[in-house]
């Protein structure tokens, strides 16, 4: 079964799909958007429950899609002695960041230069570090929230691939999250830097951030921008971002800082606010 599935995702056009995918999924006409959010909710079980609004008030499927909660669903642990999940979603992997290089899947790895665009500069302070990778499954709320309290140094956008960021597909594609359409953001903290990368997939409409709105999806050229201290100083728990339609985040810690809770697991369910690690 695998083998079809990824070498279908190799042949098919990557940005054709998911632009098209985009303009339904943007679509504010009430039978398009009634239709995709009610089979959207049946087909993935969506707990309604928690959202802030009901079904009959979102204006189209990308609104659904980013929908925000209500008060008080995500308490958040306490971020002055635990890292923070930053999203809701599924533990891909989790560890050390080894001679430069982060674990994908047995047999597959990337380096954290590739990940964040080459910028060699910012991979050396994370070396030896601590790496997480949480997939966003098609139910999970699709908001990206601070793992720990940072100032904003830098963003990058890099253009690349939208292969499905699935484990069978982080099983058999190479360096996956590293070739990926992803937007790489850069924090300074009172405990080092930390990286949160936002990395696209196979229909993903685009990438939001709370300083920049609406990155332009599938464009062909890198785009980078650096911000001086205290312009965007976002709390820990506060949302920075979100997907329309996909997909996964790795973060990135310098070494020395953390260790992550040893419970935690490839496969483990995650909630953003939760603990996943203790600072030292």
Known sequence: ??????ALQRIV?????SRFAGKFAGSTTPWIKDRLIHRFIASYDVDMSEAARPVEAYESFNDFFTRELKPGARPLADSQTHVLSPADGAVSQIGRITEGRIFQAKGREFTAAQLLGGDAEAAEKFAGGHFATIYLSPKDYHRVHMPAVGDLRSTRYMPGDLFSVNQVTAENVDGLFARNERLACLFDSARGSFASVMVGAMIVAGI?????GREAAHSPKMREFGFSPGTHRLK?????GRFFLGSTVVLLFEPGTLE???ALKAGDSVRMGQAIGRWL
Do not use: C, L, R
């Not at 079964?1 to 990824?6: G, V």
């Not at 056009?13 to 799909?17: F, K, M, R, S």
């Not at 939001?208 to 920049?212: F, R």
């Open 260 to 262: 992550w809770d040893s």
């Open 208 to 212: 939001e951030t709370v300083w920049g």
């Open 236 to 240: 820990a728990g506060a949302e920075m």
């Open 13 to 17: 056009p990557h940005h054709a799909i």
């Open 1 to 6: 079964m695998s083998k079809p599935f990824i």
